[in-house]
C-alpha cells in the first residue's frame, strides 16, 4: 500500500499545472465572457471549471501523498500544503456558486486566482529554493577579482565553496533538505546525508560525492541529476583535490600539493582575460537575429555557450549605410565581421567604428584607404585585420599602431612599404604581418587552386570527377593518393572517372605566376552499406541526427553543426559496431566528422578498427592517432580514411577517441569540447 502511495505522490509535478492552467482560462472566459464579441465563452465556462476542480483535487491528493516522502522544509511545505487543499476546496465552492448564478461568483473567482497564485510561488519555492520568483530580479554578485596571492587563499572557501553553492544548494538547503543532505552549511557538508558521509577525507575515489558525480548521466543517482548545470571538468578536479588533501575547511593552497593539472587550472585564477571573450555580453535577441538572417544577412553563433556572433556581408555591392546600420541590434555580441569584396568605402567604414567588440575584421578587395583607416578609434579588441588588396599605404599603417591587441594583419597587394611595416612590427612584438607571396620568386601573382567538380562526394560504384579554372593555358597536375601534385604528377586532360577512394590534389601552373595552393578533396567510395549499426553511447539529445542511421546513411552533413546530419558527443567517447549482413572482404574504413573550434568541436584524438566474423570476437587491425588543432579555424568537413591488410568479416567495429576537453589556448580551455560525426563507410 505504501508504494502504490508513493507512486501516487510521484504524479504530483504532472497533475499540478493542469488546475492553474485549466482554472486560469476558466476566469479568462468568464471575465472577456462580459464583452458583446466573446459572450460565448460564458456558455463554457462551468464545463471548464469542473475539470479545474477535479484537477485541483487530485493535485492536493497527489501533493500530500509527495510529502510523506520527506526532504522539504516543514514550514513552507506546510503552507504550500494547506493553500492547495483551499485551491481545491474553493474551486467546489465556485462550481456551486456558477450554478447559482452568484453575485459574489466573481469576486470569489478573483480570490481562488490570489490563492493559486501563492500555492504555486511556493510551490516554486519548496523545489528550487525560497528566492527561485525574485532571483531574475537580483542583482548578480560581481565575479571576484583575480587574486593577488594564491598561495594564501583558502582551498575550500575560495575555489570548493563557490562550486557547491553553483551546482548544488539548490537541491540541499533548507528549504530543500533532498537525502537529508544540507550543503549550504559546514555542518551540513560534515554531517552527510541518508547515505551516509559526502566525503572520506583524503580519499575522492572512496568519496559518495564523487562517486555520484562520475555516474553516467542517465543514472539516477548521478550528482548533479540530469537537466541542472553539470560539473565541468576543472571542478571535479579542484573538488578531488580538496579532498585527498584532507577535505579541510581552513587549509591554504601553499600547504596542499599541487598536480600538474590542479596548477592550470589554478592559474586561471590568477589571469584576466583581456580578449572580448572575457566580457560579461548577453544573448542577442533571437528576434533580431531571424530577422537579419531573412534578409539574406548570414549571422552564426560562434560558441554553443557564449553569446558573440560572426556576420558575413561578403560579396555584397549594395552595400551601404541602411544595411550597416541593421547591425546596431547586435553590435554588442558583434565580434566578427567579414565586409570583403563589398562596396565598401571610407565613408561607410565610419560605421564600423560603432562596432566596439570586434575581434576580427576582414576588409580585403574594397575600395577603403588610409584616410577611412584613421576613423577607426574605438576597436580595442580587434586581434585579425585583414586589408588584402586595398589602398592603404604607409600613413594608414602608422594607425593602426593604437590597436594593442592587434595579433594578425594581412597586407598583401597594398602601397605599404617594408619600412613602415617594420616600425610597427617593432612597436607592436607580438604583431605577425602576412604580406602575401614573394614576387621576385613566384613572379607577378600566384594562381587560384583549381575547382574540383563532382556530383557528390560519396559513392558506390563509380564517379566522374572534373577540374575548373577561369583562367586560359593553365597546366593542372593531380594526385589520387592524397601526397603532394608537382609537374611530373598526372596531368589533367578532361574528366575522369575513379572506382575507388580517391583523396585528390590539384594544382595549377603557368608561365610566369606562382603555383596554386592545391586544392584538396576526399572522395569516399562506400561499397557496402551495413544492414544495421549499433553505438555503445547514445549522442547528445540536442545533436542526435536519425540516431545511429545518420552514420550509413551516405547523407554528408555541412559546417553547420546544427543542420540535423551530425551525431554530437561532448566529452566522451564512443563506439559503432557495423553489420554488413555477410562476411565481406574489407579493407578500409573512412570517417567523416566537423571542426568548429569557435563551438568546441574537434577532430577525434584518434580511431581504432576492429573486425569479427561472428560480432563476439573482434581483431583490432587498425590504430590511428590525429594531432588536436594548435589554433582557430574556421569550420570544416574533416575526412579520415584508413586502410589495412584485407580481411574477411562481416561485422567492423569502429572506436572513436574524443579529445574530452578544449585545448589550453582556447577561451574554453579545459572545458568540455564535442566530437561530430555523419558517416562512417566501408571499403
Known sequence: MDTLIQLFGRFHPLILHLPIGILVLAFLMEWMGNKANYQTLKSATGFALQIGMWSAIFAALSGYALSLDGGYEETLLNQHQWLGIATALLSVVLLLLHRRKSKIFMPAFTVLMIVLGITGHLGGSLTHGSDFLMAP????????????????????????????????????????????LLMSTLEGLQKGGKSGALFVAGDARASLMMQRAHLPLEDKKHMPPKGKRQLSESEISLLEWWINGGGDFEKQVAAMEQPEDIKTILARYTQVDNSVWGLEVEEASANKVNALQQMGIKVEKLAAERPFLAVSLSGRQDLNASLLKKLEGIDEQLIHLDLSNTSLDDQLLEMVNDLPHLQKLSLQKTKITSVGLRQLRNLDYLENLNLYDTAIDDEGLANLSQFKALRKLYLWRTNVSPTAIASLEEQQPRLRVNTGVDESIFGSSQLKPPLIVAEKDIFKDSLEVAFEINFKNVDIFYTLDGSAPDSTAQRYEGPFVINQTADIQVIAQKKGWGTSEPAHQLFARARYQPTKIALNKKPNDRYAGKGAKSLCDFKKGTTSFTEGNWLGFEKEHFTATLDLGEPKVVSRVILSTLEDTNSWIFQPKGMTISVSSDGRNFKEVGRHSYPMTESPKPPEVKTFSESFEEQQARFVRVAVKSNLVNPSWHPGAGQPCWVFVDEIMVE
Open 137 to 180: 530580479l537580483q542583482e548578480e554578485a560581481a565575479p571576484p577579482p583575480p587574486m593577488d596571492n594564491l598561495d594564501e587563499a583558502v582551498v575550500f572557501a575560495q575555489f570548493v565553496q563557490p562550486i557547491l553553492k553553483d551546482k548544488c544548494v539548490s537541491c540541499h538547503n533548507p528549504s530543500k533538505v533532498k537525502g537529508e
